[in-house]
């Protein structure tokens, strides 16, 4: 049967109904004998009908507990508001079709129609017979039966109302939300179980309690003010505090409505544990905090950036201009030259700290671990930067404490970074006095392993405690008015930080607004006399490292290198370079061209023959990289296959963790980034040809060729 809205309405009126408290009612029994006994019928019952079937419940003179919907009497029954009398369905047209009507079946109907709690008719009480009557004998008895119906309407009103009561206190004590009944006088009711667990009372002991015991914020005249307000407005949504049976506090959002029931005003209040909430809305709000700082951070940084990159450049444009002036003399051409580099050095110096950082952060940073002089390597950065200090009038004063023939295993490059970081920034910040410098060494016991300590304190400009805590975050200076003072990014110090962590110590800071300023760098690390070392090579950072090669000096004399390199400007630089070293330079533009030159050269020098060994026409090959037609990683690699084995320096302006071995990986021998250190490529230049005219050099290549077939 298709519901209608009014058919809806009945059948939620009819489930209201406790089914299994009317079948064991007697008194829906005896209404049921008293509707029989009214018209003297042998069947009677109380039939409540469903979606498809009508249901039988205080049934007399049969044992059928249901029916089929569609051929029962009652369904037209619940259609009227009145009695249905049928004196002989045979001879009614109306029921001609049901199956009750056939031969031996029913012939006499009456029924009344029965309401649910909500008025909507949801049976009929009825009595049935097999013989026909007639209908001026029953009409008395329709009364009595009209009286009855309206009876059982009644009883079953309060069955539904009881039934409901049930359920709703059902639903309440499982409900996982705590709720609290409460009334005029903040007495605590009522609380279901959700409620006792939250606060943490059994139901007798929360059944003594006021709104005032487990309300933190809840006072006798708070409660009138409160009760007032929520009489008024009928519903309420507060944010408050309850206590726990053990004393613990915890947010909650309660919900509070008026009820009336049974005469009595009442408060139903749901109390919600917000802890959660509370702790994702200060999440939010410190992310919040968070992107905010960062987008100052960024918009500080790109402003700090603008300003390191552009104050350079206006040096590094102006004075190369004043360069082409034909009226600038001798002393000034100097002058500006050695300004345009020192400019291109801070370049540089930025570049580098941003590729470090980055590197670190994604995790990508090699350590290179040998047995350094940590005395040297510190010593030649103090040397490095004591110039700057004195042409400030500040002095820089270096003590090694270490004894000086100590040598740890560590990563002297990264070292060096850490140090002249540390040493320059103190030189920078310190206007006047002096900045101290004391390497020390303190071993754990007997063994091999201890801390090296580097210790930098400046009588410079100092810091406060604000100012402290954003000293190793990128990007960050004391305050928005140091990069303006002083120059910087704020990277050096992060990116020191990040490498002392991964050389397995940490960078600590002491400091005093206008005082000064210790920075203390520890690295845990094996430590040896220099004279205790086995295989290693001690090493420190000596002239030729700096960049700087002695104008008399020419390490490349008679020596032939090939060149390949697709930029102008760069070929002609790096030329000159090399030629000024004494080397006889070749240059190509591309990878292709410097294959076919090399292989061209080898098979002159064989008289058209091919030849398996190195080859006698170019000492050294400088190899760029990036290239067209042929890039260097493939040119490298075809010169390989064919059995060249003229040392490869490769040439890239890459310079991200992994492109040093990419180089080596594809045959090259030594990799250097750009922008080149004229000193370190000539020393590399001469090393990586006297290597290569050793055993030394033939046993490498060999290995390093095995590998490649590997």
């Not at 952060?361 to 010593?379: H, K, N, Q, S, Y």
């Not at 008679?558 to 090399?578: K, M, P």
């Amino acid at each position: 049967m298709r519901e209608t809205s009014q058919e809806g309405a009945r059948l939620r009126d009819l489930y209201l109904l406790d089914r299994e408290a009317i079948s064991r009612s007697q008194t829906v029994s005896r209404i049921v004998r008293s509707a029989a006994a009214a018209f003297g019928a042998p069947v009677a019952a109380l039939s409540l009908v469903d979606v498809d079937q009508e249901l039988f419940f205080g049934a007399l003179g049969t044992d059928a507990s249901c029916g089929d919907r569609s051929q029962a009497f009652c369904n037209r029954t619940i259609e009227s508001d009145d009695v249905l009398l049928v004196p002989n369905s045979a001879a009614d047209p109306r029921f001609s079709g049901l199956a009750p009507t056939r031969e031996g079946g029913v012939r006499f109907y009456a029924g009344a129609p029965v309401y649910g709690p909500n008025g909507c008719r949801v049976g009929a009480l009825c009595v049935r017979d097999t013989v026909p009557r007639k209908e001026a004998e029953e009409l008395a008895s329709c009364g009595r039966l009209r009286d009855l119906a309206s009876v059982m309407s009644s009883l079953l009103a309060d069955h539904a109302h009881v039934h409901r009561r049930t359920l709703m206190q059902a639903t309440i004590e499982r409900s996982a939300e705590p709720i609290y009944w409460l009334d005029e006088a903040g007495r605590l009711l009522y609380a279901n179980a959700s409620a006792s667990r939250q606060l943490g009372y059994t139901a007798d002991e929360l059944a003594a309690k006021t709104v005032c015991d487990f309300d933190t914020g809840m006072t006798p005249e708070a409660w009138a003010e409160h009760w007032a307000e929520l009489r008024d407005r009928g519903s309420l949504t507060v944010e408050s505090e309850h206590r726990r049976a053990d004393g613990t506090t915890f947010p909650v959002e309660v919900r509070a409505n008026i009820v009336e029931i049974d005469g009595l005003t009442l408060n139903c209040a749901f109390a919600y544990d917000v802890t959660e909430r509370r702790r994702m809305i200060e999440q939010l709000e410190a992310a919040r905090v968070r992107a905010d700082e960062a987008n100052r951070t960024k918009a500080a940084f790109l402003a700090n950036m603008s300003h390191e990159i552009r104050t350079p450049m206006t040096a590094i444009l102006g004075f190369t201009e004043l360069l082409g002036d034909a009226a600038t003399g001798e002393m000034d051409r100097l002058d500006y030259v050695r300004t345009i580099q020192r400019n291109g050095e801070h370049l540089l110096t930025l570049i580098n700290d941003i590729l470090d950082l980055s590197k670190i952060e994604e995790g990508r940073v090699e350590l290179e671990r040998v047995w350094t002089r940590p005395g040297d390597e510190i010593a030649a950065v103090a040397q490095l930067l004591r110039q700057r200090a004195e042409a400030k009038g500040v002095s820089l004063r270096f003590e090694d404490e270490t004894g000086g023939d100590l040598i740890v295993e560590t990563d002297p490059t990264r070292l060096r970074q850490i140090g002249l970081n540390l040493i320059g920034n103190a030189v920078k910040f310190t206007a006047r006095g002096s900045v101290d410098v004391r390497l020390s060494v303190v071993r754990a016991g007997a063994g091999e392993r201890g801390v090296l300590t580097l210790r930098v304190t400046d009588t410079g400009a100092g810091m406060d405690e604000a100012a402290m805590s954003r000293l190793f975050q990128p990007f960050m200076q004391a305050d928005a008015s140091t990069s303006r003072r002083f120059g910087g990014t704020g990277l050096g110090l992060a990116v020191s930080q990040r490498l002392a962590e991964l050389l397995g110590g940490r960078i600590e800071a002491e400091s005093e607004a206008d005082v000064g300023s210790t920075f203390t760098l520890t690295v845990d690390a094996r430590l040896r006399a220099a004279q205790e070392r086995e295989g290693g090579r001690a090493r420190a950072m000596g002239v030729g490292e700096m960049g700087v090669v002695a104008e008399s000096v020419r390490p490349l004399l008679g020596r032939r290198v090939l060149l390949a390199e697709d930029g102008v400007d760069n070929q002609r630089l790096i030329s000159h370079h090399l030629r000024k070293a004494g080397a006889a330079v070749e240059t190509v533009c591309d990878g292709r061209a410097a294959v076919d030159r090399v292989l061209g050269e080898r098979s002159a020098a064989a008289g058209g023959k091919d030849v398996s060994s190195r080859d006698a026409s170019f000492d050294v090959i400088l190899m760029d990289m990036q290239m067209p037609e042929l890039d260097g990683y493939d040119a490298t690699r075809a010169l390989r296959e064919a059995g060249v084995r003229t040392p490869v320096l490769a040439l890239t302006a890459h310079a991200m963790a992994g492109d040093r071995e990419r180089c080596l990986e594809a045959g090259c021998d030594e990799y250097a980034s750009k922008p080149i250190d004229s000193g370190a490529l000539i020393a590399t230049c001469a090393r990586l040809i006297g290597t290569a005219g050793s055993d030394a050099a033939d046993n490498g290549a060999a290995r390093r060729k095995a590998a490649n077939a590997a």
